[in-house]
């Protein structure tokens, strides 16, 4: 896995942004709402984080932000203080690092799900649609009521795009499923509020969804937790969250978030961190679906080779899952 994105960010990214020593690295984490313990997209970065300190022995800062005005505040400081690079998780965070990127040219920055410009930044994007459509497969024939859910965070383009991708998993593996969707919100408190996440996926299971996938961050949570204590199944997102309810848990949609701040870091110790874009697939190992001893026996053969030969397809080219963000449309 190491080699693997190491080889692909050498081959995506362009722009070398500045020599860094191992000596000088000082490399720092900005997380963002819902903290590094949300056991989702947070903490895949944090477990990046961590197991680069523990192989490297090199420590890094970190912030868990509390409110949206502490974004870019918080961020200067890391970059006042000579912290590089630093890593900016989630989209939100674009306009800060923007904005601080360009007031300190010879620091290195990332960005996670978005992507910012500037020849010192690496912007990191996931085909999260790929992977979503994997576990949408999985949904539908798991399915014994042939209605299956998806409840996503803050509704926006990025969540949209989960979304799409699990419909079209989803209607891919049985025509005539029924589909229910639901955001949580419209603003950041969506990622944070598993009450709601519970509320939302108990509406479902009323209406006949016994499979629900969630795209809503530390909200996700109560997703899981009401599916599993009406003897449902739900679907993880991000980091693999089949233990939380092991034998409830269907499958957990990936995202190799770990990786991506594993490998900026170690980049930049080795003196070989670049600016520009790279997007990770299911053809680079960025995202897919989770199996282990909490949920393999849930997966049966059939099931398991329907989707490996999806994945195949995928990445083959011969099956092209639909990107939201190319016209924000979902065409299934």
Known sequence: MKSILAGLF??????????????DLKPAVIFDLGGKFDKSFNEAAFNGAERFKKE?????????????????????RFARDGNSPI?????????????????????????????????N?????????EGSYLVGMLAAMKSQTGTVGFVGGMDIPLIRNFACGYKGGV??????????????GTTAAAWNDPVRGGELARSQMSQGADVIFHAAG??????????????KFGIGVDSNQNM????????????RVDNAVYQTFEDAKKGEFKGG?????????????????????????EMTAAVEKAKADIIAGTVKVHNYNTDNTCPY
Not at 57 to 76: D, P, S
Not at 121 to 129: A, D, G, P, T
């Open 171 to 184: 209607m891919a593996a049985k025509k005539d499923a029924k589909y229910l969707e639901n955001m949580t």
């Open 218 to 231: 530390a909200t996700g949570i109560g997703v899981l937790q009401a599916a599993a204590d009406a003897g």
């Open 244 to 255: 939380l309810h092991p034998g409830k848990v269907l499958t957990s949609m990936v995202k």
């Open 10 to 23: 050498a081959a995506c990214l362009a722009s070398v942004a500045g020599p860094a020593l191992a000596a």
């Open 56 to 76: 490297s022995g090199t420590a890094y800062r970190e912030f868990e932000m509390q409110n949206e005005t502490q974004r870019e505040q918080v961020l200067r």
């Open 87 to 119: 890593i900016a998780v989630g989209f939100a965070q674009q306009a800060a690092v923007t904005n601080v990127a360009k007031e300190y040219p010879n620091l290195q920055f990332a960005i996670i799900d978005t992507v910012v410009d500037l020849p």
């Open 121 to 129: 930044v690496r912007s990191i994007l996931f085909k999260e649609e």
């Open 277 to 301: 874009t790279v997007t990770l697939g299911l053809k680079e190992d960025g995202v897919g679906y989770a199996v282990d001893d909490n949920n393999k026996a849930l997966l049966t053969p």
